[in-house]
């Protein structure tokens, strides 16, 4: 006999040897690859089977007991030379479970996937508290120090904007008047505090700007600066006034000017902020009897706290004058604000995984990374950081420290599928549940981990070879990127990690798409930080929303930032997350999205449109990126600019060959014990897709996906 068959009854823990069941000799185990994890299953097609004697006694007695909540599991252990190994393990299903009796008394009942990747995958969308330590069925968990662990989240700059416009025309008269500028209702008003005189107001002739504006800065201020986090105080103003002069003016030598400068809280001028502007200039003594005159200042100014931006027209001339502001008179100004580092509730990206699989499998699984995984990772470490180990998430409740309102402090909560789905779309990884003498887990790696070339396997002189196009992986348009991004202040004038979509030179329509649901905007981020300080206990668009960071170690943990091309951004320096832009995304998918491309017909990726900013030009940073050099967000890729060399061509034919072969048990053991191999088939290579056996009769169906 070449099989053994155990009940276990997994409240007790009592194990019992049973005969085969009735209807083993109709079970096909499976090989399946999934096809958005791209690890490999193994499963029996849903049959029944009938058990006898103490195996219909055990599933008798738990049923009367537990109903559908009995847990009886099936192992099946077959002969290996004089060993016995593991083939297979289950749950018995018991919302199918029939009873049968007369002759012969029977338990019929349907098996399901194994155990433990039975229960993952029911709870894969499950989600799960990153800080409980206590499993869903009840198991306590370790704490890990990486979970809830705070670090602190940089200031992002951002260019904020006042401007005022006049919508109409306006005119005042009579002689010797010292008028504030009046350019009417602001249009955009980010920087506190911005007023923008309605009306001419009434001065007294003076010779000298500067005492006038020391004296009477209320009435001619634009700005008063109030904010407590602008980036030294300095803006840029620019500032247009076109001014109609008409009335009788002779003898003079100038009829007018334009001032502007800069008063502190105490009145007191700042002398080196002073810019006039004369008009009506005439030193001829002639009369002038119409003028009119545009004048611009566009320069940089420091502002302290407290102080104020004040603009005036003077006129010198007791003659009847008249002033007119035309429409569209302007004045603008801008800044970087940027806030104070504060800090965050974080949680690292190999923890939050495993926590995650730990909860939903009571301790059963664990997640393996050598990809996430770092050196000091508190489950399953490895010798070096991976590729994508230093990174971190969180939500946004806790970038903004929020608290309810009954005082409670908001959780984070995500799915292994949330996670992994975001991930996914970054860094075309894939997971799996793999077993070796440490145990299982869930092993999460880039895509080429699950296709690897150690040939497992030699099918020759196959009689009968199909091969076909799989136009489902035949892309012509590759969507990548983002999809959230926008806040509402800013709609981030330079935020890069937006949507991008490229077109290969396939003649197809078949679009990829692989938008992350994790927020890496800079300007989302800083948007939501700043509500630690002003609205804390405000509902904001985000709260729920994962955030991802990319890290560097400096003395510890710390967010990686700068890397910008100044041409591009408007503050390089405080830019984030540089390595998980959109084209690097793009880059690191490429070897998957030109499957269908030949030499002839070409690889590359072709920006077509972006959502957002896609102008941005930053400069890869660590020593296992993607690309090397600057990357432009709108720029074309090709293998040439990828420096992972497995990544820089096509490692699959979008084809997939059908035979049938001949299959032994220790063929099949092998095969389940090394799955991401090639299995080779007249000469050609190809993964498997799906392998049906029929071991019984030594005979298998294979579904291959083939190698380029």
């Not at 500028?181 to 003076?206: A, C, H």
């Not at 302007?330 to 104070?340: A, C, G, P």
């Amino acid at each position: 006999m070449n099989f053994k068959f155990y009940l276990t009854n997994m409240r007790t823990g009592e194990t019992i040897s049973i005969p085969e069941p009735v209807g083993m000799d109709s079970f096909r185990p499976t090989f399946r690859r999934d096809k958005n994890s791209h690890g490999m299953y193994f499963e029996f097609s849903d049959n029944e089977l009938s058990f006898e004697g103490r195996g219909r006694e055990m599933i008798v007695s738990e049923s009367e007991l537990y109903g559908i909540n009995a847990k009886i599991e099936l192992l099946i252990e077959y002969r290996c030379g004089k060993d016995w190994k593991e083939f297979y393990r289950s749950m018995l299903d018991f919302t199918t479970l029939n009873m049968e009796s007369g002759n012969t008394c029977f338990a019929r009942i349907k098996v399901g996937q194994q155990g433990v990747q039975m229960t993952f995958r029911n709870r894969i969308d499950t989600k799960v508290d990153l800080e409980s330590v206590e499993a869903f069925d009840g198991g306590a968990m370790a704490t890990y120090e990486n979970l809830g662990k705070e670090i602190e989240i940089p200031g992002k700059a951002i260019r904020m904007v006042n401007f005022a416009e006049r919508k109409n025309q306006i005119t005042i008269g009579r002689g010797g008047w010292t008028c504030s500028v009046p350019f009417g209702d602001p249009v955009i008003s980010e920087i506190p505090d911005f007023m923008t005189g309605q009306l001419f107001m009434e001065g007294i002739y003076i010779d000298n700007p500067e005492n006038h504006f020391g004296g009477n800065a209320k009435e001619f201020a634009i700005f008063t600066n109030l904010a407590s986090n602008i980036n030294s105080g300095k803006f840029h103003l620019g500032l247009h006034l076109e001014v109609n002069q008409k009335g009788t003016l002779s003898g003079i030598t100038q009829t007018g000017w334009m001032g502007v400068i800069v008063i502190d809280g105490s009145k007191k001028t700042h002398n080196n902020q002073v810019w006039t502007r004369f008009f009506g200039e005439d030193t001829s003594g002639s009369i002038i009897a119409d003028f009119t005159e545009s004048i611009t200042i566009n320069q940089e100014v420091d502002i302290p706290k407290g102080g104020s931006l004040c603009a005036c027209i003077t006129c010198f001339d007791d003659s009847p004058t008249f002033l007119t502001t035309v429409k569209q008179a302007s004045v603008k100004m801008t800044t970087n604000s940027i806030f104070d580092p504060t800090f965050s509730k974080t949680f690292m990206i190999h923890e939050s995984l495993s926590r995650i699989t730990e909860s939903i499998t009571d301790g059963q699984l664990t997640v393996k990374s050598d990809y996430y995984g770092r050196t000091d990772s508190e489950i399953n470490p490895v010798l070096l950081d991976g590729t994508g180990g230093l990174r971190c998430l969180t939500n946004g409740f806790n970038i903004r420290r929020a608290v309810f309102e009954n005082g409670e402090i908001p959780k984070f909560y995500a799915s292994f599928n949330d996670l992994y789905d975001g991930l996914m779309a970054i860094d075309a990884i894939g997971f799996g549940i793999e077993t070796d003498v440490n145990g299982s887990y869930i092993r999460i790696e880039p895509l080429n981990y699950f296709y690897n070339d150690d040939v497992i396997l030699s099918c020759k002189n196959i009689n009968s070879v199909k091969i076909s196009f799989d136009n489902s992986r035949l892309f012509g348009v590759a969507n990548i990127g983002y999809n959230n991004w926008e806040a509402e202040e800013w709609n981030g004038i330079d935020g890069f990690h937006t949507k991008r979509q490229y077109r290969t030179r396939l003649d197809t329509d078949t679009e990829f798409d692989q938008f992350s649901e994790l927020i890496a905007d800079s300007y989302a981020i800083e948007s939501t930080r700043r509500r630690q300080v002003t609205e804390q206990s405000i509902d904001w668009q985000f709260d729920d929303d994962v955030f991802i960071f990319d890290l560097r170690r400096d003395n510890g943990l710390k967010v990686n930032t700068g890397y910008g091309d100044p041409n591009t951004l408007i503050d390089p320096d405080s830019v984030m997350n540089v390595e998980l832009s959109p084209a690097r995304n793009a880059a690191r998918w490429f070897s998957w999205i030109m499957q269908g491309a030949t030499d002839t017909i070409g690889r590359e990726l072709i920006f077509t449109s972006a959502e957002g900013y896609a102008g941005a030009i930053t400069k890869t940073i660590g020593k296992q990126a993607i690309v090397d050099g600057s990357v432009a967000e709108n720029q074309n890729i090709t293998g040439d600019d990828i420096v992972v060399e497995s990544l820089q061509k096509p490692k699959f034919k979008p084809k997939i060959a059908e035979f049938e072969y001949p299959m032994t048990f220790r063929d099949f053991a092998y095969i389940k014990d090394n799955p991401h191999g090639l299995v080779e088939f007249n000469g050609e290579y190809g993964w498997i897709d799906a392998i049906e056996a029929d071991l019984l009769n030594g005979l298998a169906r294979f579904t291959l996906i083939l190698k380029a």
